[in-house]
T-cell receptor, first 112, second 113 residues
Framework: NAGVTQTPKFRVLKTGQSMTLLCAQD?????MYWYRQDPGMGLRLIHY???????AKGEVPDGYNVSRLKKQNFLLGLESAAPSQTSVYFC???????????FGQGTRLTVV | GESVGLHLPTLSVQEGDNSIINCAYS??????FIWYKQESGKGPQFIID?????DKRQGQRVTVLLNKTVKHLSLQIAATQPGDSAVYFC????????????FGTGTRLLVSP
């Protein structure tokens, strides 16, 4: 049982490049979340999903897109990376509302 | 490890002391709250949760108190140990519309031997 797995763990992008971060969970959870974490800012919610085929905007959605085509996967896309998107990205999943969320180990993204 | 938490509020305690970490939440419609611990270079780890129909919940060495009147949450750690050194976050779940899980800014706990 791997829990929540994020791919890749590290990445360096040039400004304007695109990439996709993959989050996979093997717990059959309905809800999945993408957060970014910057120094002194805590975790900020980017986008989330309450089930396969659904997505919703969080606190800081601009510059990101997401897809939840399969229940176990939640993809976060950056179409045109900017230095302001340099951050550590965390994915989380939970079985349903009002239950604990389980986190992946994070993806450290640097945009130069 | 990563440079998370450079500007976070810091609570410094001696080993064996009791620690109290506070959190103010923003949404009166929030009905579920979680405390997480994050060590350097790792993802947040669940500590304890509490539902809005409760005022207090106890775990092993930890207690969470909820005051809905002033929208305040606290985490009490008994007999704090050096291994408790980490950044602690509270998270609130809103039951309006989609079920968002939103985090507070966090507190760094430093435990000296």
């Amino acid at each position: 049982n791997a829990g929540v797995t994020q791919t890749p763990k590290f990445r360096v992008l040039k400004t304007g490049q695109s990439m996709t971060l993959l989050c996979a969970q093997d717990m059959n959870h309905e809800y999945m979340y993408w957060y970014r974490q910057d120094p002194g800012m805590g975790l900020r919610l980017i986008h989330y999903s309450v089930g396969e085929g659904t997505t919703a905007k969080g606190e800081v959605p601009d510059g990101y897109n997401v897809s939840r085509l399969k229940k176990q996967n939640f993809l976060l896309g950056l179409e045109s990376a900017a230095p302001s998107q340099t951050s550590v990205y965390f994915c989380a999943s939970r079985r349903q509302a009002n239950t604990e969320a389980f986190f992946g180990q994070g993806t450290r993204l640097t945009v130069v | 490890g990563e440079s998370v938490g450079l500007h976070l509020p810091t609570l410094s305690v001696q080993e064996g002391d009791n620690s109290i970490i506070n959190c103010a939440y923003s949404n009166s419609a929030s009905d579920y709250f979680i405390w997480y611990k994050q060590e350097s270079g790792k993802g947040p780890q669940f500590i304890i949760d509490i539902r809005s129909n409760m005022d207090k919940r106890q775990g092993q060495r930890v207690t969470v108190l909820l005051n809905k009147t002033v929208k305040h949450l606290s985490l009490q750690i008994a007999a704090t140990q050096p291994g408790d050194s980490a950044v602690y976050f509270c998270a609130e779940n809103s039951n309006t519309g989609f079920q968002k899980l939103v985090f507070g800014t966090g507190t760094r706990l430093l435990v000296s031997p």
